[in-house]
Each structure stands twice: as structure tokens, then as C-alpha cells.
């Protein structure tokens, strides 16, 4: 169950502490993989770490060209495209009292227009191929709120909505999109939050712990999977019972 | 028969699932054939690469019928 032998895969965000434990993951399982992002260098180390089938094509999500180089640019590499995971994410948190334009805008473009181009670009091929997986993180603030988060919040409920249309446009297909929400995973993310954050945040997780990247990543396996084939348009959560949805 | 027409065609044929005497040049891709908008832009798609032209997506709107195809790719020739 879940291989996913000879299947290509696209990871954004793998610069990342999720993204990395993502594409580590669907490697391990057999798909070559595109590694992208903005911190190269990053991107080159997780790329000597995993060894074979494994390429590195920076891009910024919120610039549309590259965007459309970033989908061209990996298809070349792995000489196709079956599995899209758009994990890239930034965050620019205020209280919306306080919270500017740029702000709000910078959030949508990355997390959620970038995503949206990406996954346009991807479709093509994969209608040609009659067969793909589109694997949306979004994120269990997208559903709940978050205060002082009303963009990021925004762009992951986005995501959601977005993925359910795609759902329905591409089911025909056999192309599958998905959202996985993680709940407060320990990442470089969240290494910033004091304890007493931390402490609270705890306070509201039923399993008394952050989540692993690990846990989200086999999340990532199975929605990209074969077996995966009758699911579409659903978001997986992944919190430790934080939120249940 | 033009060769963009019998070329056009085959590709209608292949991928409609539609008998040949169907797609006739006045046929219109959705009201006639059955195709769904999905079906169109593939359909664009197998043309661009048939015939190694691109078609943007304003032209490609206009392509509703078989005609309306040939028509197009004969303009790019």
C-alpha cells in the first residue's frame, strides 16, 4: 500500500521544516521529487540528504512567472508531473486593527494565488496523462480562526474552497485535489512562540503535544496515493484532536 | 477534404467518442458532440499539438464548432 514508485511529485515550501519532512516522505516511499522555494541553499542540502531522484527549482511563489517556470521547469526534470503539493505558506500576523493592505495581499498571493497558478499550470499535464494528485496544506486556523491572523486565516480557508472546485472541475479526470490541515506542528514556525504560547496552546490540544512534521507528511503519502483514488475535494486534519471537524 | 480538416476530425472522433458522420463542419462541440467544457480545452489542447501552433485562450473560446477549428488552424498555416 501507498507506493508511490515511479511517480513524480512537486513539493513548494520544502525549504521548510513541513515541506522537508513532506518531500523526505513521498521519497521514501519512491516518487522522485522536485524540491521548491526560495532558500536554495536549503533546497540543495535536503537534496544531497535524500540523494537520487531528487531536483532542486527555486521559485517565488508570489511572482507569476516563475510560477509558470516553476511547473515547466520540474516537469522537464522528472519528465512529468503526477503528485502537486503546494505546501508553501507565509505568515505576516497582526491584529486586524493593525494589519496593512500589503500584509493582508502578501499572504493571499503567496499561500493562495501562487497555489492556484501552480495547480493551472500542473492541470494540463495531468488531463493529458488522465491521472494526478493535488495535495493543498492548508491549515486548522483556516477553519477555526486565529486572532491576530486574518490573513493567513483567509488565505488557508481559501484554500479549501479553492480545492473543492478544482475537485469537481477535475474528478472526471481522475485528478484528485485535497487539503491537509495540520494543527500546531513543531516547526521552525512555531520554535518562535515563548513557552507560555506554547503552554497555551497545549492547553487546547486533547493529545498534550505538537504534532511531528512526520505525522502531516504521512498524511501527504496517503492522499497522494492510489488507494487515494475516491477522495477528493475533503481536508484531512491532522491536530492531536485540537479541532474536530 | 482539406488534410487540417481530416486531421481536425480524427482528433474530434478520437477523443468525443463520436461517429465520424457526426462531426460535421457546423457541428458545435458542446450542443452537438457532448462535449464538456473540460472536453473544449482538451480538445485545444490535442489541436496545439497536432498541429505545433499555440492557441491563446481568447481565440480559443471562439472555437465552437469543427469549422470554427479548421478555420483557426488554416488562419496559422
Known amino acids: ?24 516522505a513521498l521519497h521514501a516511499r519512491g516518487a522522485t521529487v522536485t524540491l521548491s522555494g526560495t532558500r536554495a541553499d536549503a533546497l540543495e542540502a535536503l537534496k544531497a540528504t535524500l540523494g537520487e531522484r531528487a531536483h532542486v527549482v527555486a521559485a517565488r511563489m508570489d511572482d507569476a512567472a516563475d510560477v509558470d517556470r516553476l511547473a515547466k521547469e520540474s516537469e522537464a526534470a522528472m519528465g512529468g508531473l503526477d503528485i502537486l503539493v503546494n505546501n ?31 495547480i493551472r499550470a500542473a492541470m494540463r499535464g495531468m488531463m493529458k496523462r488522465r491521472s494526478g494528485r ?6 486548522v486556523v483556516g477553519v477555526t480562526g486565529n486572532p491576530g491572523q486574518a490573513n493567513y486565516t483567509a488565505a488557508k480557508a481559501g484554500l479549501i474552497g479553492m480545492s473543492k472546485s478544482l475537485a469537481q472541475e477535475l474528478a472526471s479526470r481522475n485528478i484528485t485535489v485535497n487539503c491537509l490541515a495540520p494543527g500546531f506542528i513543531a516547526t521552525p514556525m512555531t520554535d518562535v512562540l ?33 488507494e487515494a483514488a475516491y477522495i477528493t475535494g475533503q481536508t484531512l486534519h491532522i491536530n492531536g484532536g485540537m479541532a474536530m471537524i | ?8 476530425k480524427k482528433i474530434v472522433v478520437e477523443h468525443l467518442g463520436v461517429e465520424a ?50 478555420n483557426f488552424i488554416k488562419s496559422k498555416g
Do not use: H
Open chain 1, 1 to 24: 500500500m501507498f507506493d508511490l514508485g515511479g511517480k513524480k511529485a512537486l513539493v513548494t515550501g520544502a525549504s521548510g521544516g513541513l515541506g522537508a519532512a513532506i518531500a523526505t
Open chain 2, 21 to 70: 458522420a457526426q462531426v460535421k463542419e457546423d457541428a458545435k462541440f458542446i450542443d452537438d458532440l457532448g462535449a464538456d467544457s473540460l472536453d473544449t480545452v482538451e480538445l485545444v489542447m490535442a489541436f496545439e499539438e497536432e498541429f505545433s501552433i499555440e492557441i491563446p485562450d481568447d481565440a480559443a473560446e471562439k472555437i465552437q464548432t469543427v469549422g470554427d477549428a479548421i
Open chain 1, 194 to 226: 515563548t513557552d507560555e504560547q506554547k503552554k497555551a496552546i497545549l492547553g487546547r490540544v486533547p493529545a498534550e503535544r505538537l504534532g511531528r512534521p512526520d505525522e502531516i507528511a504521512a498524511g501527504v503519502v496517503y492522499l497522494a496515493s492510489d
Open chain 2, 1 to 8: 477534404m482539406s488534410d487540417i480538416a481530416q486531421r481536425v
Open chain 1, 88 to 118: 508553501a505558506g507565509i505568515t505576516r500576523d497582526n491584529i486586524s486593527m493593525r494589519l496593512k493592505d500589503e500584509d493582508f495581499q502578501k499572504v493571499l498571493d503567496v499561500n493562495l494565488l501562487g497555489a492556484f497558478r501552480l
Open chain 1, 134 to 139: 493535488i495535495v493543498n496544506i492548508t491549515s
